[in-house]
């Protein structure tokens, strides 16, 4: 059974970052897509960053150039590092895997999904 659980979340002021991890465990195999989405109250379930099994990156528009996501196969643990942070990055950010995903910013692609961890961002 697929277990996904994210951690790193906190409250920073308006410029500043954070990094969330999320750890991974149960896979047994196919080739997953790994993600980060985000919802804020009130709003849709947005994608943020997604990480092809072979290492291919891809980004929302909004947070280019500022977000990093990365993973460590070995530690079976994927990453999102949030720089120049600002007050409408503020939701609960969620990790999730998926296996032949289409639409990597489409909540529907993914099969598995952590509990989320809260990005509190002030100005």
């Known amino acids: 059974q697929v277990q996904l659980v994210e951690s790193g979340g906190g409250s920073v002021q308006d410029g500043g970052w954070l990094r969330l991890s999320c750890r991974a465990s149960g896979f047994t195999g196919g080739r997953y897509c790994m993600a980060w989405f985000r919802q804020a109250l009130g709003e849709e379930r947005e994608g943020v960053a997604a990480?092809?099994?072979?290492?291919?990156?891809h980004y929302t528009d909004s947070v280019k150039g500022r977000f990093t996501i990365s993973q460590d196969n070995a530690a079976n643990s994927m990453y999102l590092q949030m720089n120049s942070l600002r007050p409408e990055d503020t939701a609960m950010y969620y990790c999730?895997?998926?296996?032949?995903?289409?639409?990597?910013?489409?909540?529907?692609?993914?099969?598995?999904w952590g509990q989320g961890t809260q990005v509190t961002v002030s100005s």
């Open positions: 990480i092809d099994a072979d290492g291919t990156t």
């Open positions: 999730a895997a998926g296996v032949y995903v289409a639409d990597r910013f489409a909540p529907i692609e993914y099969k598995h």
